[in-house]
C-alpha cells in the first residue's frame, strides 16, 4: 500500500541506532530532506546499551582523525541537544611491569601522533581519580581526549533534537522490510526517497541477506552491570581501564611488547580471554558507574546471560577501582556487528542505496566522522 499524501524525501534511512542518526545528522546538515525509521518504539539496540564512551584513543593511527571528528560532533550536539557530556579523559592503569612496558611504547611511539597522551606516576593518578586502587599502582596512561556521556539520555536527545530543530522526520514502530527504489517500507506503507542508508546493526536478515552473509560479519555479545546512583553528586572523573584492555583496543596493537602481557594473561587468567573480558568504567548523568565486558562472538548467540561473567568482570575490577558504593542495580547485554579485521562495512547494495553498519565497539566513537565522509562523497 502507498502513502498518497506522503512527503517526498532526499534520504531514508533504516535504523536509529548511533549509525542512523549520525546519517541523519550529515544529511540534515547538507539541507537534505531526511527520515529516519525505527522498527521498535525507540531505538533499543547497541546504541542505549553501551559505556557511552568517546575514546579516540583507542583507536590506530588510521581512524583517529575519524574518531576526533566524532568527537567535535558528539560535543557540538551536547551544547545543542541538551546532553550531558563530560570531557573527561581517561586513564589505563598499570599494576604489572608488562602493563607498564606496553603503556610506555604506546606513548613513545604516538605521542607525537595527535594524540593527548601522558604517563603519569601513581601519585599523580591518585590526584586525577578518586576511584583508582593505589596498592601496587605502577603508573597509568592520561590521555586527554576521551568524552563520556550517557548513552540513553544523549539517544533520546538527539532524537528529539534532530526532530525539533533539524527538520528529521523520525516513523517510530516502522519497520523497513523492502526497498525498491524510489519506494520503501512495509506491508503496511511506503515512502518515497531518493536514496537509501540501512543503518540495522545487528539485523543482517530483513534488508539484503545475501551481502551480509558474503561480507562475513558476525555479532558479538556483551555483558555489562551498572551500579546505583554514587552519593552526594561522587564524580567518576576519567573514565577507566586496566591493563586486559591493552589486548583489546586496536591501538596498542603495534607494541612489541604486548606479546609478553598476552601470554601471562593466557597464563594466569585463561578464564578472561575464553569469554574475551576486559573492563571498562564509565558513568552515566544520572551518577551510576556503568561497567563491563566481556566479548563472545558467533551469529548463535544465548539470549541468556551467565552470572559467571559478571563475576569475574567485578572480581577483575576490583584489582584497579572501588566506589561509593559498588550495588548493582542492573544487568544487560548488548550485541553489536562485527567484521573480523575491519572497521566498518559500508557498501553499496545497489544504486542509491548503501548499507552502513559493522562499526564493532567503536559506533559511539566513530559513526559521526564515518557519516561525515559517506556524505562528502555523494
Ligand atoms: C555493550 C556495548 C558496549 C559498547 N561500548 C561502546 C563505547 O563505550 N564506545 C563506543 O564507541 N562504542 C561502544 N559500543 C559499540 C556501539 O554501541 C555500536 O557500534 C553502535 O551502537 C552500533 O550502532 P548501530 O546504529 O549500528 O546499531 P544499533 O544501535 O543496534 O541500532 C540499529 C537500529 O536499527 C533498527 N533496525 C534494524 N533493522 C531495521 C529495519 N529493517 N527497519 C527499521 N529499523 C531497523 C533497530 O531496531 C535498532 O534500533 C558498545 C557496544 C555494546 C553492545
Known amino acids: ?11 531514508a534511512v533504516a535504523g536509529s541506532g548511533i549509525v542512523g542518526l549520525a ?19 525507540a531505538a533499543s539496540g547497541a546504541t542505549v546499551r553501551n559505556f557511552g564512551m568517546i575514546w579516540p584513543f583507542g583507536q590506530p593511527l ?24 563530560a570531557e573527561t579523559g581517561a586513564l589505563c592503569l598499570a599494576y604489572e611491569d608488562d602493563e ?29 581519580s578518586k ?13 586527554a581526549t576521551e568524552v563520556n556521556i550517557d548513552p540513553r539520555e544523549a539517544t533520546r536527545k538527539i532524537h528529539r533534537y534532530l526532530r525539533e530543530s533539524a527538520g528529521v522526520d523520525f516513523y517510530y514502530n516502522t519497520p523497513i522490510n523492502f526497498i525498491d527504489l524510489p519506494w520503501v517500507g512495509n506491508a503496511q506503507n511506503s515512502w518515497q526517497a ?28 556483551l555483558q555489562m552491570m551498572r551500579t546505583v546512583t554514587q552519593p552526594e553528586g561522587w564524580a567518576l572523573g576519567p573514565t577507566l581501564c586496566g591493563g586486559l584492555t591493552l589486548q583489546h583496543y586496536q591501538s596498542f596493537a603495534h607494541c612489541e611488547s604486548l606479546d609478553r602481557l598476552k601470554n ?28 563491563g565486558d566481556s566479548h563472545e562472538y558467533g551469529l548463535d548467540l544465548s539470549p541468556f546471560d551467565r552470572a559467571h561473567i559478571n563475576q569475574l ?62 556524505m562528502d562523497k555523494i
Open 1 to 11: 500500500m502507498k502513502n498518497k499524501d506522503q512527503q517526498v524525501y532526499d534520504v
Open 23 to 41: 546519517m541523519a545528522y550529515h544529511a540534515s546538515k547538507r539541507g537534505l530532506k531526511t527520515a529516519v525509521f525505527e522498527r521498535n518504539p
Open 62 to 85: 588510521e581512524t583517529f582523525d575519524r574518531a576526533m571528528r566524532s568527537r567535535e560532533i558528539w560535543l557540538e550536539l551536547s551544547a545543542k541537544a541538551g546532553f550531558w557530556a
Open 100 to 128: 607498564w612496558s606496553v603503556l610506555e611504547e604506546f606513548y613513545e611511539t604516538r605521542c607525537d601522533a595527535g594524540y593527548r597522551i601522558d604517563l603519569l606516576d601513581p601519585v599523580s593518578v591518585s590526584g586525577r
Open 131 to 143: 576511584a583508582v586502587q593505589p596498592n601496587g599502582l605502577k603508573g597509568a596512561l592520561w590521555s
Open 194 to 221: 531518493d536514496r537509501v542508508f540501512v543503518c540495522g546493526g545487528a539485523d543482517f536478515e530483513t534488508l539484503y541477506p545475501e551481502i551480509f552473509a558474503e561480507s562475513g560479519i558476525t555479532r558479538c555479545k
Open 264 to 291: 601471562r594473561y593466557a597464563a594466569e587468567l585463561p578464564e578472561y580471554n575464553d569469554w574475551g573480558i576486559h573492563v571498562l568504567v564509565s558513568q552515566t548523568s544520572l551518577g551510576e558507574i556503568t561497567l
Open 313 to 374: 568482570i567485578l572480581d577483575y575490577l576490583g584489582r584497579f577501582a572501588s566506589f561509593p558504593n559498588m550495588e548493582i542495580a542492573e544487568t544487560w547485554h548488548g550485541v553489536y556487528p562485527k567484521l573480523k579485521g575491519k572497521t566498518e562495512l559500508v557498501t553499496d547494495a545497489e544504486d542509491g542505496v548503501t548499507i552502513v553498519n559493522g562499526l564493532g565497539g567503536a559506533g559511539m566513537t566513530l559513526s559521526f566522522g564515518l557519516a561525515g565522509e559517506i
